[in-house]
């Protein structure tokens, strides 16, 4: 993965094509696009078994 945010122009009301392509692009480089068109499901969180202590400490 190259860069954790894209280079190229935001979205505005008048740029949509441009840039459409530009974050299909930076999204594919980043390994994201799988998840984002749909083709991959995104990863699943672990929940916390039973016996991992979960509670906050609390001071005195």
Not at 10 to 24: A, F, I, K, P, V
Request: hydrophobic content about 25%.
């Amino acid at each position: 993965m190259s860069s954790s945010s894209p280079s190229f122009a935001r979205l505005t009301s008048t740029n949509y094509t441009t840039w459409s392509g530009d974050m299909e692009a930076w999204l594919k480089s980043q390994g994201l696009w799988r998840i984002v068109s749909g083709s991959q499901k995104r990863p699943e969180l672990k929940s916390p078994s039973p016996s991992e202590d979960t509670t906050s400490v609390e001071s005195a």
